[in-house]
Every structure is written in C-alpha cells, then in structure tokens.
C-alpha cells in the first residue's frame, strides 16, 4: 500500500494529480484541503495495487461533474434566487457512494477506483474512500482528465454505467436508474450540475474486480505522487523544475512563451475556449495554440495541427512548472507546454472514436506524438 502520510506528500500528490488533469480536473485547492482534513482527523491515506483486488469483489467509479468556469456575478445571483446558499453536505462523493451502495442493497463496495486524474478528482476518491473505510485502486479509467464519462476506458468495453448517484453539496440527490447509452448519462449528469450551478459528485460503474482489471490505467495515482514530488524536489536543490517534470512524466517540451490571449465560453456544464502562446527563447518567432472542453484536446504550431488527444497536452509555469488549469491560466503568464503519449487503449481505432480532433469536430487525422516530436 502507498501512503500519504505528511502534508508534503499530500501537496506533491496534488500537484502531480493536477498535472496530469491536462488542465481540468477540478479545483486543486478543495482536493489539497479534503486530505490535509484527512491527515489532521488522523485518517489512513493511500492506494493498493489494483490486481490484488479479487475477480468477484464489487467495484464502483467515482468523480465530480460539471464545468470549472469561473463564477460570474450572475450565477451567484441565481443561486441565491433557486435557494442554493446552504451547504448541507461536506463530503459529495463520500454521500453519492453512501446512496448508490444503499441502491445496490450492499453495506459498501470492496474498492473505489477514481474517473479521472485531476486536482480533485484523484484526491476527493482517495478521502472518500479513508472516510468510508474502503480501498481505492492504485489506477484509474482515464489516464489523465477527461470531459465527458463516455470517453472512459470503461466505455471501450461496453460497461454499463448506471445506476449513478449523484449528490450535490446543497443535498440535492440525483439516481439515474437507467440510460439507453454512456452518452445520455453524461446529458443528465450535466444537467443536474448546471442546474445546481456547482460541481456534484456522481458514483456508478458498479462492476465486479475481473472487469475493472480490465478496463483500468493501473499506477496513475503513484505516478502522480512522484511527478509531484520531482518537481518539488527539483526546486528545493535549484534544478530546472520544468524537466524534472519532463523527465517523471515521460514527456517532450512542446513550447514555452507568453499567453498572449485567451477565450472562453461557460457552455452546457463545460468550459470550452482557446489559449494562444507566443514563442520565447528556442521558440522566438513561433506561435503556439491549443483548444480546451475543460481539458485541452487540440493544438496547433504556427498555425498547423500539432499534438491533439488522446496524446496528453498540459502546461505549467514555466519556472516553477506548477501546473496550471484553463480555470486559472491568464494572459501574460510564462508558461511551458509539455506533451506525454496517451494510453494505448485509446490509441486503437475505437479508442480514437471517442476521443480525438475529429471527436471533438476537428477535420484532422490522429498523429502519435512520438512521430511528431520525430
């Protein structure tokens, strides 16, 4: 079993969590706070080896749903008129796997395996499950961040999703009981969060320990506690933090310049926007931009296709290489832009059927990263 056991640790998992959300995720500082809370309330924090989960143990998935926009005025107007202003509930996910093991008939599941890698959506399944006195997986059915549940591994599969419950902080409660696909789960999963007008956590994939072998990315939460750590550990001994990172996560530099603009819409529970990068240093002269739907999925040097998902696109502070979300990423800002290969289950021809530039309506054929970075 891995541990969290001290405050650094549990800033190097975040930071590492957040890196590889690709710039969604969820808000690292709500997924920083829930262990901090664990470690000061004296709670076990860690992951076991997926594989040592028995084939008939009973398994479900956990994330939090809903668009990491920044709250205008208006919303908070809303939200007072709807009589959204008490939180009622402080733990979602810990609630919605509570509600779906109720609708299940079970006292709790063996083992909690996360959606996704990102700042809480990583963190918040590993204090779910130290609160609930269950294991959570070393591994998760993403890889990386990712902006909608039918592109899961799980889906390359043919899973079921639901039941899902789903919570949200006001103590609204949601179950989808059935769906005639993965597609219509992530319609009404959407529209409960957009209309609670905050992220709501959700908990399904009830499936048994042989199936979940399949279908997880096993190690992401141990890689990301050591990417974590190396890019801490390289700023404490005065190294390049930003190739430290490169080297933990098995990446290529892809750019390094200036946010010189950025564009955003709140659209349907999602951020979806662009960023633009002007060169410096080695990449003087060049432009550098990449498209986001919460996570960033399509890019493009100088005005040609670059690196697109399900290759990885993340950038961080280009002096300290703390990663950095399309939530808070702003003009002027130093920045360099890493790119790392995609798991190979989404490099298969159903794989980039759910997640690709043409997925997300870009005319542009798949292009591993390796044979661009040559």
Excluded at 282 to 293: A, M
Excluded at 328 to 354: P, W
């Amino acid at each position: 079993m891995i541990t969290i056991k001290t405050e650094t640790d549990a800033r190097d998992f975040v930071r590492g969590c957040t890196f590889m959300g690709t710039g969604g995720g969820g808000p690292q500082d709500v997924g920083l706070r829930y262990l901090l809370e664990d470690l000061e309330d004296g709670l076990e924090l860690g992951w076991i080896d997926p594989m040592s989960i028995p084939d008939d143990a009973l398994t479900c998935m956990s994330l939090f749903m809903g668009s990491i926009a920044p709250a205008k005025p208006e919303i908070k107007k809303e939200m007072a008129e709807k009589g959204l202003c008490k939180e009622t509930v402080e733990r979602e996910m810990a609630a919605s796997i509570e509600g779906l093991a109720a609708r299940m008939g079970v006292e709790k599941f063996d083992a909690l395996v996360p959606f996704e890698l990102g700042g809480i959506n990583t963190p918040a399944p590993v204090d779910a499950a130290a609160r609930l006195k269950m294991h959570v997986v070393d591994g998760d059915y993403s890889g990386r961040a990712l902006p909608e549940m039918p592109q899961a591994s799980p889906m390359l599969y043919d899973f079921n999703l639901t039941p899902v419950v789903s919570c949200d902080r006001w103590g609204n409660v949601l179950t989808i009981e059935n769906s005639v696909n993965s597609q219509m789960v992530e319609v009404f999963g959407k529209g409960f969060s957009t209309n609670a007008m905050v992220i709501c956590a959700e908990s399904g994939l009830v499936i048994k320990g042989k199936d979940m072998k399949k279908a997880i990315i096993p190690g992401t939460l141990t890689k990301c506690l050591n990417l974590g750590r190396a890019i801490r550990q390289a700023r404490e001994a005065g190294d390049d933090p930003v190739k430290a990172a490169m080297e933990a996560a098995d990446a290529w530099q892809l750019f390094e310049g200036i946010v010189s603009g950025k564009s955003w819409i709140d659209s349907a529970g999602y951020l979806i926007g662009d960023c633009t990068i002007k060169g410096t240093g080695k990449f003087e002269g060049h432009t550098f931009k990449f498209w986001y739907k919460n996570e960033n999925h399509v890019s493009w040097l100088d005005g040609k296709p670059y690196v697109c998902s399900p290759d990885l696109i993340e950038v961080v502070d280009a002096k300290t290489a703390e990663p950095i979300t399309n939530t808070d990423i702003r003009e002027g800002n130093h920045v360099a832009v890493l790119g790392m290969k995609g798991n190979a289950q989404f490099r298969t021809e159903k794989g980039l059927s759910i997640l690709s530039a043409r997925y997300f309506g870009y005319d542009y054929d798949y292009v591993p990263i390796e044979d661009l970075m040559g």
